[in-house]
DNA sequence: CTCGTTTGCCAACACTTGTTGGCAAACCAT
DNA sequence: ATGGTTTGCCAACAAGTGTTGGCAAACGAG
């Protein structure tokens, strides 16, 4: 009864939607060329999303699925993150739909922003040794995270995309574990 | 005689360009608005820049500045260079729209790309304990200073946006450091 | 089979976009 | 003043956008 006969072609609109909007952005992405890539009419996208901002709503449903880190050694956060970072935006389009789009749409921008409070916010305030610092903590770990995806998946600088996984984890590890459970180094903060 | 009557009206135009890519990216930044912002007709745009790529590419002529940091002391660069992006972001709006079109259009990708190769590129090839690995470093440099940028300007996450500005430098400043002169810690790059 | 429902396509809409050509006013050297 | 050049605006174009309504074929319960 729930299962309707065009469940595939709703599912073949997302993907196509999902893969576009995560090469071209919102604005460069048209209804068209998802359709053509779903080999529908585009009428049928309306007809089974609405419109283009639903249809974006529909295909950038994200979730970073952090994988439970309560028995990890508390210094060894950090790597259990990047990693599971890595992997997540390599293997699932939309974190990059999202990117591409949050940039200059800000109800994409709000979505980034809940996904990042939401999901290592929780995993700063288990770590942080303040814990009126979490939300700071998981906005440093957010920044060298999205700097990393942006500057190897988004704007490709050569010796970013160069690097070895591996490698990649090996130096923003103790950054984000610096970012989650380091002090601040007070002597950085004033001008000499 | 350089000095024509129209070079008020070409500057304008320039400075309308640089305000609209900022806030709204390229596709969203519109020749009309454009020109209403600085209360022109819209065909003056196309006279004066020929087309809209060309425009932005005007309007996106950027150069970091970096100051001489040859007589820096070796471990304050970090701190030094993360002080200076930071004011640099604050006071120029055309990072911003090259970081907002940068993301869906090649071209001020590829810009994007020299920039930071170029700029920074030198500094890391100074401080690097192996020659090598300068443009890596660089690179590394990238994706954290970027992605502070991405964070606090353009996504907006609260926490980074709340940061006062000496709070950010002294959580960034070892972070570069370490990119520009620290080793790499194998002990992250092997599974466990 | 029969008839209402679902699925799909076609054609068109209203609108916005970048871009162009022509025309009038302002300018300026002679 | 005169003639050519510069500056500006208006109106329009061609193309592309999201979106809509209607119509035909396929489907499926009775």
Redesign the interface.
Known sequence: MTARRSDATRAAILAAARERFAT??F??ATIRAIAADARIDPSMVMRYYGNKEALFAAAADFDLRLPDLGDTPRDEVG?ALVRHFLERWEDDETLMAL??T???KEAA?ER??SI??GQIGPIAARLSPDPAQA??R???V???????A???F???????V??PA??A???????VQ??LTGE???????DR
């Open positions: 071209d952005g604005e460069r790597a990117l591409r949050a940039v200059t921008a980034m922003r990042f409070a939300a700071t998981a906005g440093l957010a920044t060298q995270m999205l700097g990393f942006l500057c190897r988004v704007l490709r600088l050569p010796p970013v160069a690097m591996e490698e984890v090996a130096w923003f590890s103790p950054t610096r970012y601040v180094d007070l002597y950085f903060s004033h």
